[in-house]
């Protein structure tokens, strides 16, 4: 699917040469520890190498000159993915030889060039009013999540299970370590994010591997850098309490359940818990919806999902306040029966079918490989989507039984309306 070149220690060039796409996709990946302040910092740090640099210093000045390149996009973000933060240039170019003006892949790998290598400094630092305005606008994102009840319940009960852990880490950070950053802390990070993090470089069109890294080495210089020491693996401590119930003025109740298993991403029997996911909540056929939301009607919505970096299951559902007791109660009947194995060839069958589609799905464009691929190079040398389909079509309802079996209910969180409102 790709070919890797390593271009210097640390860094990694992975090019996949297909007819597919009239367009050349780009990923560079910046990889680095995750921490509360780091990802507070490079978040910042995300938002300010986007929209302003020393050529192009307002947000206008570079969307006119995308705009000339046949609209090429480019846009910068910042994920985690287990114990590491990621900050991520992803551009998308059209492929010159469709066109009748040449040039356009090398003036595209300049302005990345640009955008990485040449911030808009002022006196050796970030220029104070895009720095301060970038905080303020992560600030909002941040804030934002409280607005969203869903994500807010998710992530209050992710700080209440596993404080501290990277599964309750905000990829943007906090409000307060994000207002606390200076603009010094944030050149020594961009200084870091180019000199030390690992780096994954992804291209993706009718191009040579040898010519992209070519360019590559060309434009960008990387220089050697160490690799990231292994963090410990993901201890899943126990809560310090099985239940958490919080109240906002709000009307809809919000359940959310934190189930631990030892299987994670790296685990051989990681396809068969992705069925297993699939079969108790994943899908409009699981147990979940059929019985708790279309049977018994108390559910707004229901599903679970499966966090497979950590080893933790999740199921949310939105509930009047009034039910959490047996909802609670009918979810955990459901999870007991794929643990007996009572599941149907029908549930098998649609869940391996409608993995294998979402896979082929995200396959038909160039950021889902990337992406896929992204993730599935750390669990396969040389990975091959079919061999993790292949996994699938032979796994049995016996295996899922008993995958089944290391799943345990460690928390159940509800946030519902007004404590006032609830005694009523």
Not at 63 to 74: A, C, E, I
Not at 160 to 185: K, Y
Request: glycine share 4%.
């Amino acid at each position: 699917m790709f070919q890797t070149m390593n271009i210097a220690k640390g860094v990694n060039v992975h090019v996949n040469e297909t007819t597919q796409f009239k367009t050349i996709n780009f990923s560079i990946r910046f990889k680095d520890k995750l921490t509360k302040e780091k990802a507070s910092a490079r978040s910042i740090l995300a938002n300010v190498l986007q929209h302003s640099n020393e050529v192009y210093p307002s947000h206008t000045a570079l969307r006119m000159v995308l705009d000339d390149l046949y609209g090429t996009s480019l846009y910068m973000d910042a994920s985690k993915r287990g114990n590491e933060h990621i900050i991520t240039l992803n551009v998308e170019t059209v492929n010159d030889q469709y066109l009748s003006d040449s040039g356009v892949l090398e003036k595209v790998m300049n302005l990345m060039y640009i955008v990485l290598f040449k911030p808009n400094f002022e006196d050796g630092k970030f220029k104070e009013t895009i720095f301060n305005r970038e905080k303020e606008a992560i600030k909002q994102r941040i804030e934002s999540i409280f607005d969203e009840k869903t994500r807010y319940a998710q992530q209050r009960m992710l700080e209440h299970a596993l404080p501290n852990h990277p599964a309750s880490i905000n990829p943007n950070g906090t409000i307060d370590l994000v207002e606390a950053v200076t603009n010094a802390q944030l050149v020594e990070e961009y200084r870091a994010m180019l000199n030390e993090n690992e780096i994954e470089i992804y291209a993706v069109g009718d191009i040579q591997p040898e010519m992209i890294a070519s360019y590559i080495r060309d434009f960008f210089h990387f220089s050697d850098r160490e690799k990231l020491v292994e963090a410990p693996p993901l201890e899943l401590k126990k809560p310090a309490e099985s239940r958490v119930v919080e109240f906002e003025d709000m009307k809809q109740g919000k359940l959310h359940m934190a189930f631990y298993t030892p299987i994670t991403f790296l685990d051989e029997k990681f396809p068969t818990m992705q069925l297993m996911n699939g079969v108790f909540g994943g899908y409009a056929h699981s147990k979940l919806f059929v019985n708790i939301r279309e049977k018994e009607s108390m559910a707004y919505y229901v599903s679970s999902s499966y966090a497979s970096q950590f080893g933790l299951m999740f199921v949310l559902a939105g509930i009047d306040a009034n039910l959490e007791e047996k909802a609670v109660k009918l979810i955990l009947e459901q999870l007991e029966e794929v643990k007996q194995g009572n599941i149907s060839d029908t549930e098998i069958d649609q869940t391996k079918a409608l993995l294998t589609n979402q896979l082929k799905e995200a396959l038909d464009s160039a950021r889902g490989q990337i992406d896929i691929y992204d993730q599935y190079m750390d669990l396969y040398e040389s990975f091959d989507p079919e061999d993790l389909i292949a996994k699938w079509k032979t796994v049995t309802k016996e295996e899922i039984a008993a995958i089944a079996q290391t799943v345990s209910l460690e928390m159940t969180y509800f946030l519902s309306g007004k404590e006032e409102d609830s005694n009523e």
